[in-house]
T-cell receptor, first 114, second 115 residues
Framework: GDSVTQMEGPVTLSEEAFLTINCTYT??????LFWYVQYPGEGLQLLLKATKADDKGSNKGFEATYRKETTSFHLEKGSVQVSDSAVYFC?????????????FGTGTRLQVTL | KAGVTQTPRYLIKTRGQQVTLSCSPI?????VSWYQQTPGQGLQFLFEYFSETQRNKGNFPGRFSGRQFSNSRSEMNVSTLELGDSALYLC??????????????FGSGTQLSVL
């Protein structure tokens, strides 16, 4: 079945540091890929997405590129802020592309310090 | 526009009891899906409803059930609660749940503790 593997956390960075959170997936065909963010005490919010190979999703300084050849969708940000502290989830849709049924990774907690 | 609303926010039950959680989707959204979030298993898909019909189902036992009303509001029910059912239950809504360019909106969740 489909699966998503994320790097283990927590990731602790100083403000303005470069962020990479690795995500690889296993799926039949070419699913859509997503990054969601969860702030403390809140539900998940869509951060960015890519629906086909070589697409780059971007939002709020974060970006990720859909790499079919390496089945990866790594999240990057050039300069993190304390307000970026949250849990980040990589996810994929199934073959039907149904937006409502997602397979999530285990999440990576990011802690940004001054 | 109001977001996805889940009630109650917190719930404490004992083993063997049953519980009902409620979710009101964003106005106009007809697809409602439910996820269970635990520290050990992460986020797992429970089921999805569209037009009062269950359209997709995850790998959970029959103790987990749901329904959707004509106004798209949804409830999920867990019977004969077990300690392992302690989790954050998240509801998400989207317009139709079938288009890859649709955005999924999540509620803040119901934190269920089973003692």
């Amino acid at each position: 079945g489909d699966s998503v593997t994320q790097m283990e956390g927590p990731v602790t960075l100083s403000e303005e540091a470069f962020l990479t959170i690795n995500c690889t997936y296993t799926a039949t065909g070419y699913p859509s890929l997503f990054w969601y963010v969860q702030y403390p005490g809140e539900g998940l919010q869509l951060l960015l997405k890519a629906t086909k190979a070589d697409d780059k999703g971007s939002n709020k300084g974060f970006e990720a590129t859909y790499r079919k050849e390496t089945t990866s969708f790594h999240l990057e940000k050039g300069s993190v802020q304390v307000s970026d502290s949250a849990v980040y989830f990589c996810a994929l849709s199934d073959l039907t592309g149904t937006a409502s049924k997602l397979t999530f990774g285990t999440g990576t907690r990011l802690q940004v310090t001054l | 526009k109001a977001g996805v609303t889940q009630t109650p926010r917190y719930l404490i039950k004992t083993r063997g009891q049953q519980v009902t959680l409620s979710c009101s989707p964003i106005s106009g959204h007809r697809s409602v899906s439910w996820y269970q979030q635990t520290p050990g298993q992460g986020l797992q898909f429970l089921f999805e409803y569209f037009s009062e019909t269950q359209r997709n189902k995850g790998n959970f036992p029959g103790r987990f059930s749901g329904r959707q009303f004509s106004n798209s509001r949804s409830e999920m029910n867990v019977s004969t609660l077990e300690l392992g059912d302690s989790a954050l239950y998240l509801c998400a809504s989207s317009l139709t749940g079938t288009a890859t360019n649709e955005k999924l909106f999540f509620g803040s969740g119901t934190q269920l503790s089973v003692l």
